[in-house]
């Protein structure tokens, strides 16, 4: 059996942080099982640095009673806040497959024509990312490309 490299502590972490900020689509994960990391963890920094609220991150994880409950508490979670790239927390669902917690969003309120910084649509966005049921549920809703 060939001699296994050795890490070192701070190389096996900053690689277990990269692991975890990872987000899986929802078409090759089962539906409650995703690889993304709590919203406690490490990913708090990147989260700051782009500017994408708990909201965000759990639209994108496919956490919808998260969703319930952040929307719910009325503290900095509105569906409509915008990350620095002009994303919003439908957009993130959207991207990642997450139809249930897209509804939500769209219950909600949340805009279903938001544009982000380069133009793009959440329309547009579902279409490209082949998930025909988000892109129906948008165009239900009065979205457009």
Known sequence: MPAQKEISEKDAVKKSEQDSLKLTPAKTAPKEEKQVPKLKDASDTTKKKIGMTDLMYAAASGQTEKCRLLVGTGKGNDVNAKDNFGWTALMYSAKYGNSETCAF????????????????????????????EIADLLEKAGAKE
């Open 105 to 132: 969003l769209i219950k909600k309120g949340a805009d279903v024509n938001a544009k982000d910084s380069d133009g793009n649509t959440v329309l547009a966005l579902a279409k490209k990312e082949k998930y025909p």
